[in-house]
């Protein structure tokens, strides 16, 4: 997807580069990039899904090719057609009020034949086992709910790729693990790169690490597996109510 070579950015009027010297390739598989808050993370998945320079400013010197081509070749959103984001924050991504309204505004865009919609729908929400929410209104959906809603718009359009940048950083740990579970269940076909800084929470989720310092690769980064929050329930009778407790 990715082949960036001595790749720097640097943002109008800032004297550092937020990205130097990036040489890489992005082949086929689950691809985590992680690094401390201002390494880098975010303005290398806006190269990836040519956020810049359509919403965007910056001066870009190195070598860029998304899919074999130039990134300054493509028009705007021709690249969307192969690879779906979904952000931290979903509800800057919703614009309608049900998620089959959703759905439906982003297969519009793809300008998806009318009579084909509804199916495109339905095989959509039954394959990442969402069906259960096609008419719930967006806005009464828990943050995780939102989150798997967004991955099916990304997915929608079928996409080669799937970008998430920090999915899980406004989930508590128990709706993170569980997120995480279900996506892979169901992200079984397309390729997946996640950005994050506690790629921890992931387990063995994914095929290999990209480590971003100070915007530069760190090569010698192991990818390090720690346990996070395991939860188990407790259940505590108080009177004739029964509560159910956790604890990590």
């Not at 959509?124 to 809603?149: F, N, P, V, W």
């Not at 967004?150 to 080669?160: F, K, S, T, Y």
Request: proline share 4%; aromatic share 10%.
């Amino acid at each position: 997807m990715v082949e960036a070579e001595h790749l720097t950015f640097r943002y109008p009027n800032k004297k550092c580069d937020v990205l130097t010297d990036i040489t890489l390739r992005l082949t086929k598989g689950r691809t985590v990039i992680t690094g401390a808050s201002g390494s880098g993370k975010s303005t290398l998945l806006a190269l990836m899904n040519r956020l810049y320079p359509d919403n965007c400013d910056g001066i870009v010197t190195g070598r860029l090719h998304l899919f074999d081509r130039s990134y300054d070749t493509y028009e705007a959103g021709e690249v969307n057609r192969r690879v779906g984001t979904v952000f931290q924050d979903p509800d800057s991504q919703f614009v309608m009020q049900t998620v089959e309204e959703e759905l439906i505004f982003t297969l519009e865009n793809f300008a998806v034949a009318r009579d084909e919609m509804m199916a495109r729908v339905t095989t959509m929400l039954e394959a990442l086992h969402l069906t259960d929410y096609r008419h719930r209104t967006i806005h009464d959906l828990s943050g995780g709910e939102k989150q798997q809603i967004a991955v099916a718009c990304a997915l929608i359009g079928r996409p080669e790729w799937l970008l998430l940048d920090e999915p899980l950083a406004h989930l508590d740990p128990e709706t993170a693990h569980h997120f995480v579970r279900w996506l892979d269940g169901v992200a079984q076909t397309v390729n997946v790169v996640v950005i994050e800084h506690r790629p921890y929470i992931w387990g063995d989720f994914f095929d290999r690490q990209i480590k971003l310092v100070s915007g530069r690769i760190d090569y010698d980064g192991p990818f390090i597996v720690r346990p996070d929050y395991a939860f188990s329930p407790i259940k505590v009778e108080q009177g004739k109510k029964c509560y159910f407790t956790y604890r990590n």
